[in-house]
């Protein structure tokens, strides 16, 4: 079945410093949609970033990723971390079926 | 804003007891979804709908069943509540076409006690 693997655990950065979040998939399907939500604490997720076209670059917030189907990957970047982005990421993935799948979650922490 | 509606926020439940979850959605939306959110699992799929009088076995669907008994709204219910299935519960609906989002309800936290 369709997977999604992150980053694990916790990412611990200092303000200002680039971050980047780990994101491959796996699954049959030959055009996946990837996904990238964001929980911040006592919230619920939220969608940050998406894309389903090879090798473009998406954008929003400050937050960038690129889908690459040769490495089946989709990782998360931003150029300088912010204290306002330490939350709980989450990489997902839908196939035409519909299902969404998520990863297991990667905490940033970003300290002063 | 896309409005998902969790009932109840906080539930107490004894062990072999009946839960049900409710979910409400005033998006029109065809697919809706329940997760479970544990440390170190992440966002686990339980069941989903594509409409109306559908559902489907997610990933984790042992325990639970679901219905969806209008565009609206879709259950979740524990028939033989047990401590295992303490958690905090998510729903979500979305349009359901490829590239488009989900959007979250705020949780229901349930403990089994």
């Known amino acids: 079945g369709d997977s999604v693997t992150q980053t694990e655990g916790l990412v611990t950065l200092t303000e200002g410093l680039p971050v980047m979040l780990n994101c491959t998939y796996q699954t049959i399907y030959s055009n996946p949609f990837l996904f990238w939500y964001v929980q911040h604490l006592n919230e619920s997720p939220r969608l940050l970033l998406k894309?389903?076209?090879?090798?473009k670059r998406t954008e929003h917030q400050g937050f960038h990723a690129t889908l690459h189907k040769s490495s089946s990957s989709f990782h998360l970047q931003k150029s300088s971390a912010q204290l306002s982005d330490s939350a709980l990421y989450y990489c997902a993935l839908r196939t035409g079926y519909n299902k969404l799948t998520f990863g297991k979650g990667t905490v940033l922490l970003v300290s002063p | 804003e896309a409005a998902v509606t969790q009932s109840p926020r906080n539930k107490v439940a004894v062990t072999g007891g009946k839960v049900t979850l409710s979910c409400n959605q005033t998006?029109?939306?065809?697919?809706m979804y329940w997760y479970r959110q544990d440390t170190g699992h992440g966002l686990r799929l339980i069941h989903y709908s594509y409409g109306a009088g559908s559902t489907e076995k997610g990933d984790i669907p042992d325990g639970y069943k679901a219905s969806r008994p209008s565009q609206e709204n879709f259950s979740l219910i524990l028939e033989l509540a047990t401590p295992s299935q303490t958690s905090v519960y998510f729903c979500?609906?979305?349009?359901?076409?490829?590239?488009?989002?989900?959007?979250f309800g705020k949780g229901t936290r349930l403990t089994v006690v």
């Open positions: 979500a609906s979305g349009t359901g076409t490829g590239n488009t989002e989900v959007f």
């Open positions: 894309s389903f076209t090879d090798n």
């Open positions: 998006n029109n939306h065809n697919n």
